[in-house]
């Protein structure tokens, strides 16, 4: 198996010869993607064999370990308490062919976490897994609108064909139809449940002969060529004319595959098979490294960065409580935008022009915490740190940057923090500061005082909040349902006008981790009355890490 610090390694090998032109080339080999899903679509079982076929073996393992027990908020909380194992298998490195491989992981509990959004920034494409049986489901759904948003390619996995599941000419229709992207099927699955006998690859001309397993790779795959090769009829006569005949239909119908709509996120190739069978993964993978992208450029507020760009650069897109609570710490997930970032390089933080050393900075292969030698864009490195890393920090080795595009969402739920003892309010405070910079929930300060307001998008921030209060902090909290149901960040070009507006809603304005002012109503329609009533304020639904007051820092 091939593990991400050797890779790292034979990279480096040649840097010194000429460091540029090595960067330019391994940014051609990586490929970062993310796998969403609806929870139980297969997302855990596709990661377990990709890993497989990238041999990387002994890491399925932990993949399943972790996945064990989270099907409850109490499992999951359980599970999570083990960070360790969460930190290091939230993030996979892994060799294919030439390519690197960087696979994220997505939050995969029911509930939505603004976690998720924020690591598909960090990801240059997605693998989509539909559950055949149930086709595309609310999650997966709200995960797309993101992927559509940033114009994230995306291919498509349609999982358990093993299975009686939905006839696939309705799936993909549906497929279609609800996220407005044309489908290119690569592969057309032959039968289906306990008729299912493989799958015809399209561009090939081959049908892949399906079988149960879970102990081969797709080497011994048994391939039989053409779609009127009559061994089909003979050793499937059950399915041959049926399939035939869909087959035929669907290349049809199915308009050519186009690379740069594909890269536009405007066609999806798919891909029909089942995970837990290691059936159709090696067409996912090889997928993967022929059609998605590698890394491409970044806009920050200054300029666009290309990856080739020998200065290093990086951005903080997820913060992560670490596995030992007793010294705080926590690590900094960074995604490598340019350069080349070598171990005990000094790293400047951008938005406050303090640097830091990075001698400790781990990789997240499995749960091994392998010091990282070397990273390339589209890599992710880890850098352990006691709260300097905030979310959205950018990195470099001295250049004054800062990417754009790491989203903060408005809440929709919120609650109010009690104390029983009054004596653990500094922790308390302390807490909630930390978990805001975490980004596991919204903090807000009522202008006009009084109680501190959680705001968060999926009612189990709440849970998971008040659990780690307890653990952490040591605080036993109460966290009250408000009467708030809607949130807007404010700005306006008129400072005056901005004041104005905070002092005659003071009631309804709070203040969040970064001190932006923020509108609070408890109806859709006070909002809509503000926005009439006041035409110099914009109202945001979504926030970027330290916008424009940044800039304002910055340029002054
Ligand atoms: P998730 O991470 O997306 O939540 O899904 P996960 O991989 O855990 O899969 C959810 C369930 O679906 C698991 O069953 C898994 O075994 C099953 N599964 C995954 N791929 C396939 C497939 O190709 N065919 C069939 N028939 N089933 C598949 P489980 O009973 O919930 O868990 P387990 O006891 O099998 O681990």
């Known amino acids: 198996m091939t593990l991400g610090k050797e890779v790292g390694k034979d990279a480096g090998k040649d840097a010194g010869k000429d460091p540029g032109k090595d960067v330019g080339r391994e940014v051609g080999r990586r490929r970062t993607f993310a796998i969403i899903s609806h929870p139980d679509a297969g997302k855990t079982t596709l990661t377990e064999k990709l890993l497989l076929f990238a041999g990387a073996i002994h890491i399925a393992g932990s993949v399943k370990a972790r996945k064990a027990s989270r099907h409850a908020t109490s499992d999951w909380m359980e599970i999570e308490k083990q960070r360790g194992i969460s930190v290091a298998s939230s993030v996979m490195q892994m060799e294919y062919g030439d390519c690197v491989i960087n696979l994220l992981d997505t939050p995969g509990h029911q509930d939505f976490s603004e976690d998720t959004y924020r690591v598909l920034t960090a990801v240059d494409a997605a693998l989509m897994v539909i559950d055949a049986a149930n086709g595309v489901e609310a999650q997966t759904l709200r995960l797309l609108e993101v992927c559509r948003a940033r114009n994230t390619p995306i291919i498509t996995f349609v999982n358990k064909m093993d299975r009686e599941v939905r006839e696939p000419l309705d799936l993909i229709d549906e497929i279609e139809r609800t996220l407005r992207m044309a489908v290119i099927p690569f592969t057309w699955p032959m039968g289906m449940g306990r008729g299912f006998r493989g799958v015809f690859d399209l561009r090939r001309d081959s049908m892949r002969v399906f079988r149960p397993g879970e102990d081969k790779l797709s080497d011994e795959d048994e391939n039989i060529e053409g779609l009127d090769n009559p061994a089909i009829s003979v050793r499937f006569p059950e399915i041959a004319a049926g399939a035939r005949a869909e087959i035929e239909l669907i290349r049809g119908a199915s308009s050519e595959f186009d690379h740069a709509a594909f890269l536009a996120g405007l066609q999806t190739p798919v891909f029909f098979g089942s995970a837990i069978n290691n059936f159709g993964v090696r067409e996912v993978l090889d997928a993967l490294v022929d059609l998605a992208p590698p890394p491409g450029s970044r806009r920050a507020f200054q300029r666009k960065v290309q990856p080739a760009e020998p200065g290093f650069s990086g951005v903080v897109f997820k ?13 900094a997930f960074v995604r490598v935008c340019s350069g080349r970032f070598e171990r005990g390089m000094n790293l400047r933080i951008v938005r406050n022009g303090k640097d830091i050393r990075t001698n400790g900075v781990v990789s997240f292969l499995s749960q091994r915490r392998d010091l990282l030698d070397i990273a390339y864009p589209g890599d992710i490195i880890g850098i352990p740190n006691h709260g300097t890393l905030q979310l959205g920090d950018t990195l470099t080795e001295g250049e004054r940057l800062q990417f754009t595009g790491l989203p903060f969402f408005a809440p929709e739920i919120f609650q109010t923090v009690e104390i029983g003892d009054p004596m653990r309010s500094k922790q308390l405070k302390l807490g ?13 300060r009522p202008h006009s005082g009084g109680a501190l307001l959680l705001g968060a998008i999926g009612t189990l921030q709440f849970e998971v909040v008040a659990h780690r209060l307890k653990h952490e902090y040591g605080v036993e909290a109460r966290l009250v349902p408000a009467k708030y149901q809607l949130a807007r ?8 006008e901005l004041k104005r507006f905070i002092d005659i ?52």
Do not use: C
């Open 319 to 331: 913060i992560q409580a670490n596995m030992n609570p007793a010294h705080r710490d926590r690590i």
């Open 432 to 444: 909630l500061a930390q978990l805001g910079e975490e980004g596991a929930i919204q903090v807000f």
């Open 489 to 496: 960040w404010i700005t306006s070009d008129n400072s005056r």
């Open 505 to 556: 809603n003071a009631y309804r304005v709070a203040y969040d981790a970064v001190d932006a002012p923020t509108f609070l109503a408890a109806f859709g329609a006070e909002l809509s009355v503000a926005e009439e009533n006041w035409e110099s304020i914009q109202f945001h639904k979504m926030r970027e890490h330290a916008g424009l007051e940044f800039q304002t820092h910055l340029d002054a």
